[in-house]
């Protein structure tokens, strides 16, 4: 390489940070164009320039730059990292599970990169996988409080719940003020008299200001009243409860508003889109082969988990969790990146004129590698209720299983979970009662609209008449059942959801009528949710 061409590509690199720093993407795009001109192989330029293309609003030309990077991976462990996040969070799970084989993913097995690669096979629902590999990083001296406590989750998904414990206790003991791994704890097991964290949980609210504005010491707050909370419910002292899960609420509401304007906008889009279904272009279907997905939806805390680790003890079926790749693949075929509930609107405005055959298509190459060789996979997304006509256009032979379970029980299982910042409408009764309504909206809609596409499974039923009712779910799927399905807690399989601890016990009835424990706080609640679940199917 000549001096003037290397002079003419520090020139455009530094004009392009330029360009970046200042927000003037039109001209960071074609400068760093420009460089890829000189320099094609250039990955890192090319990476950047995906980045830019999709801040403008340009999926389909960013991945197919961060393509080009995956075909022609340089030995650069950093850059790898970098490309597998962006593939996978912008729907291109296979090719960013290729990446991960590079050789140098291999070769340069330093401690900080054991623990990037155990995160790096969780986030693609390989537990075991990254559970072994934070385990050799742990070994090799990694010592971060992310490390330690994605290791306690690992544990906890896994079924080791005393490991989960022991991890989360030594945890808590070095760094006390995290609030999350105190949620994480009390939720490993049942707290009883004789073994509970109360006097600790306790100690921690006074030493956390508790009229501090720092977002940090309210949201700490938040989650080690909801701790509180939940030991306290355990132990059954109900009164003393309730204010410890409107404290951690209240914070978490003021942390989190709930959008209630984009919630209806979107609820408004997803039926003007399924209207225009009919007349759609369905495109050039090709012969279906390979594993069959069987969708599980609902709303969040509806039995969902529960319905997934029963269906996934057959022999012929397997869990892939909870993936988000029908709506990633809904953001290729329109052309939209993701960017909240505008990105959505974008979306569902596109989405009448799709290829809904190129849909699928897309939706199971990138996933059928869950399979495992089964028939069957089941992708429990519950907010996938969403997506239901467009589900079953796309993928006519996909079986969708709609959870519905009675709405006190729905909402009142919202409202007492730590669901994190991003469930903003679980923290407040108004927005719960809003954001149920919605959903009662939606399948209201689906069912008559679209009165094949998905089966109402009852989770009362499911509890109470748990045989029958499984056995016309996994017919429904063209499945016989299978002894093992009517035990969920025999299912080894890893879990990844709020609830992984609760699902590993045997069907109970425990959870109907919860909420009563309560029933004079939550009036409101039952109120505003009067006229919506008129609209509700018998659970």
Not at 62 to 81: G, K
Not at 462 to 477: N, P
Not at 517 to 526: D, N
Request: charged fraction near 20%.
């Amino acid at each position: 390489m000549t001096t003037d061409v290397i002079s003419t590509e520090s020139r455009l690199r530094r004009r392009a940070s330029q360009y970046l720093a200042a927000g003037l993407l039109d001209a960071a795009q074609a400068t760093l164009e420009s460089l890829l001109q000189l320099t094609p192989h250039d990955a890192h330029a090319r990476v950047e320039l995906a980045g830019v293309i999709r801040q403008r609003g340009r999926l389909r030309a960013s991945l197919h730059h961060l393509l080009q990077v995956a075909n022609t991976l340089p030995d650069d462990i950093q850059l790898i990292v970098e490309l597998i996040r962006q593939l996978y969070f912008n729907g291109e799970i296979v090719a960013a599970r290729a990446c991960m084989d590079h050789p140098a993913m291999k070769r340069q097995l330093s401690a900080p990169m054991l623990a990037s690669q155990a995160q790096l096979r969780w986030m693609f629902g390989e537990m075991a996988s990254a559970k072994a590999l934070m385990e050799q990083a742990l070994a090799a001296g990694v010592d971060t409080p992310d490390a330690l406590y994605l290791h306690a989750m690992l544990c906890q998904y896994t079924g080791d719940i005393r490991q989960a414990d022991t991890v989360l206790q030594d945890y808590l003991h070095r760094w006390p003020d995290s609030g999350d791994a105190a949620v994480a704890q009390a939720n490993l097991r049942r707290q009883t008299p004789a073994s509970n964290h109360l006097d600790t949980l306790q100690a921690q609210l006074r030493r956390i200001p508790a009229n501090s504005s720092l977002p940090t010491d309210r949201f700490a707050r938040a989650n080690f009243e909801s701790a509180r909370f939940k030991e306290l419910d355990d132990l059954g002292r109900y009164a003393e409860a309730w204010p410890a899960l409107a404290a951690s609420n209240a914070l978490m509401h003021a942390l989190s508003p709930y959008d209630e304007a984009g919630e209806s906008a979107v609820t408004e889009a997803l039926i003007r889109a399924s209207q225009a279904i009919g007349t759609a272009s369905i495109g050039t279907r090709t012969a279906f082969v390979g594993p069959v997905p069987i969708f599980i939806v609902g709303m969040p805390r509806s039995g969902t988990t529960l319905l997934d680790r029963m269906i996934s003890s057959h022999s012929q079926v397997v869990s892939a969790g909870e993936i988000n790749d029908f709506r990633r693949q809904l953001l290729w075929m329109s052309d939209v990146p993701a960017s909240g509930v505008q990105g959505m609107l974008k979306a569902l405005e596109r989405s009448p004129i799709v290829d809904f055959a190129e849909w699928g298509r897309r939706y199971l190459m990138q996933t059928q590698w869950r399979a495992q060789g089964r028939r069957y996979y089941i992708d429990k997304l519950p907010i996938n209720v969403r997506m239901v006509p467009f589900i079953h256009r796309a993928l006519p032979h996909a079986p969708i299983l709609h959870m519905v379970r009675e709405p006190m029980d729905t909402c009142f299982s919202n409202l007492k979970a730590m669901l994190g910042p991003a469930s903003a409408y679980s923290y407040d009764m108004p927005s719960l009662a809003h954001y149920y309504t919605q959903y009662v909206r939606l399948t209201a809609h689906w069912r008559s609209a679209f009165p094949n596409a998905m089966l109402d499974v009852s989770y009362t039923a499911l509890v109470t008449d748990t045989e029958t009712t499984l056995r016309g779910v996994l017919a429904h799927c063209g499945l016989e059942l299978e002894e093992h399905c009517l035990h969920p807690e025999r299912n080894a399989a890893p879990v990844a959801t709020p609830s992984s601890a609760q699902v590993r016990e045997a069907v109970h009835t425990r959870s109907l009528g919860e909420w009563r424990h309560y029933e004079a706080q939550l009036e409101p609640l039952q109120l505003a949710l009067a006229e919506a679940c008129t609209q509700v199917p018998s659970a």
